[in-house]
């Protein structure tokens, strides 16, 4: 039985569960290029739907207004977070794989935001199709500095991960109203000083 077969009638937060389950069995795991492949087939299935969501919206934005898609984008991170909650530092392979995608989708829901925000003012915050597009931003956010935190390599992080990272976190709580603002930003950040210290 593959997981799909395991996971297909599990509410969000088993499936999670199940995820981060087996990332504990993938960080037991002592060879290196083992772990990579383990994870490779652990993550295929979210990795097939983030894919074609991410392909889909490549050739049209729309797709991001859709808050079904939202929400499986949602359900992907919170996956890729429970799982590198307990992988540790190898879910970097993970985290490698999507992480650009996953910055250009934080940029270009938080841009959907701010003109939600300036069409129809703050009370815009509290739609369902917005409070999804944060819940995103905020998987994100978690998902970045859970790795962060497990890392064992801060020149990793420093060279590899963290221009793109300022760029699109930075940029972005500065410019977003304040309301629309993250706070996981501010815990990503301190969680990044920490360990490059």
């Given at each position: 039985?593959?997981?799909?077969?395991?996971?297909?009638?599990?509410?969000?937060?088993?499936?999670?569960?199940?995820?981060?389950?087996?990332?504990?069995?993938?960080?037991a795991q002592?060879?290196?290029n083992?772990?990579?492949?383990?994870?490779e087939?652990m993550?295929a299935?979210?990795?097939?739907?983030?894919?074609?969501?991410i392909?889909?919206?490549?050739?049209?934005?729309?797709v991001?207004?859709?808050?079904?898609?939202?929400?499986?984008?949602?359900?992907i991170?919170?996956?890729?977070?429970?799982?590198?909650?307990?992988?540790?530092?190898?879910f970097?392979?993970?985290?490698?794989?999507?992480y650009m995608?996953?910055?250009n989708?934080?940029?270009?829901?938080?841009?959907?935001?701010?003109?939600?925000v300036a069409?129809?003012?703050?009370?815009?915050?509290?739609?369902?199709?917005?409070?999804?597009?944060?819940t995103?931003?905020?998987?994100?956010?978690k998902?970045?500095?859970?790795?962060?935190?497990h890392?064992?390599d801060?020149?990793?992080?420093?060279?590899?991960?963290?221009?793109?990272?300022?760029?699109?976190i930075?940029?972005?709580?500065?410019?977003?109203?304040?309301?629309?603002?993250?706070?996981?930003?501010?815990?990503?950040?301190?969680?990044?000083?920490?360990?490059?210290?």
């Amino acid at each position: 039985m593959n997981i799909t077969g395991i996971i297909c009638d599990l509410q969000p937060h088993h499936v999670h569960i199940i995820y981060e389950a087996i990332g504990h069995m993938v960080s037991a795991q002592m060879d290196p290029n083992q772990q990579v492949k383990l994870l490779e087939k652990m993550m295929a299935v979210p990795n097939q739907i983030w894919d074609s969501i991410i392909n889909r919206a490549a050739e049209n934005q729309q797709v991001l207004q859709d808050i079904d898609i939202i929400k499986q984008l949602g359900h992907i991170l919170k996956i890729n977070v429970r799982s590198c909650t307990s992988t540790g530092h190898p879910f970097v392979a993970q985290l490698g794989r999507i992480y650009m995608d996953m910055l250009n989708l934080y940029k270009c829901l938080s841009e959907n935001i701010s003109q939600a925000v300036a069409l129809s003012g703050d009370l815009v915050m509290k739609q369902p199709h917005i409070a999804a597009m944060r819940t995103v931003k905020k998987e994100t956010l978690k998902y970045i500095s859970c790795w962060i935190g497990h890392s064992r390599d801060p020149s990793l992080v420093r060279e590899q991960f963290m221009p793109p990272l300022w760029n699109a976190i930075l940029a972005d709580y500065t410019r977003n109203v304040p309301d629309a603002r993250e706070p996981e930003v501010l815990s990503t950040t301190t969680t990044i000083i920490e360990k490059l210290k």
